[in-house]
């Protein structure tokens, strides 16, 4: 395990549960979950088994229908403005890009900073330098259908980094790569931990995906049944 779990926790909840269809379905029965700052941790288990949920939890995608969900400073269910929080804290990656193809991948990444406060050429530069980070700034002014499946990934976690998040978000960010393209954003994910402190939590069924974590935690029908250090 790494030293990042000694650390602060970044997240913590308690008591979590998440109740759908009037009552009828409960995705989550309760998590009590702590993860520290700078840790990366991945979620697994069955289809069904709410991790997906829970990281729409985290990331303020949804409200729980009880229980309490801390993200650094700020009390979930005492959110004011979710937009907010998301754009001052949280990188979102999903297993779809969802890219807009009309754009550049510039531009892709740009748009993440509208309404920040930077100036449109800082915005430029700052989006160029992401690029670089993940090995694309020579592919800036191509459009998303003229990249690869792990190129346009790799755009979208450069988009994810575009307001400079403490935490980051991934829902099966390689459930549609080969396995080559999986390794390289796996790799990316571990140096954006290593140089930029990122907290990472990644909801994944590849046990290999799993692996390359400090952290694995199992859950089972809507809670967690098994959790610990990667070996």
Known sequence: MSEASTAAPMIETHG?????????VQALAGVDLSVSAGEFVAVTGP??????TLLGLLAALDSPTSGTIRVG???LEQLHDANHFRRQEVGLVFQFHNLLPRLS????????MLGSTRPHAER?????????????AHLAHRRPPQLSGG????????RALANEPSVLFADEPTGSLDSHSTEVV?????????ERGVTIVIVTHDETVAATA????????????????TP
């Open 124 to 136: 430029t530069g700052f989006a160029l330098g992401l690029l670089d980070d993940v090995g694309l």
């Open 105 to 112: 991948t510039l531009h892709n990444v740009e748009i993440a």
């Open 151 to 158: 190129e346009r990934q790799r755009v979208a976690v450069a």
């Open 16 to 24: 979590v549960t998440k109740v759908y269809a009037d009552g009828r």
């Open 214 to 229: 400090d952290r694995t935690v199992h859950m089972l029908d809507g809670r967690i049944d098994l959790e610990g250090p």
């Open 47 to 52: 289809s069904g088994c709410g991790k997906s």
């Open 73 to 75: 400073s700020h009390a």
């Open 186 to 194: 796996l790799a990316l994910f571990q140096r954006l931990r290593t």
